[in-house]
């Protein structure tokens, strides 16, 4: 297993449109790729994220 990473986020703004939200990030921990990671797993990727992104 990896070192533990806290990521906290709040959604700013939806566009449902286009399937995409304007997000606040506050990162507790600092790990490589950490809100790629995160965002990814969630089935969220970032959007133009070449690596994490399954689009």
Known sequence: GGRRAVTR?????RYDRDSLSL???TLETGR???IRVHFS???HP?????V???A
Do not use: A, C, F, K
């Open 9 to 13: 986020w709040q959604v700013l703004r």
């Open 23 to 25: 997000i606040e990030l």
């Open 32 to 34: 490589t790729h950490q």
């Open 41 to 43: 797993e969630m089935n």
């Open 46 to 50: 970032v959007l133009g994220d070449p």
């Open 52 to 54: 994490y992104s399954r």
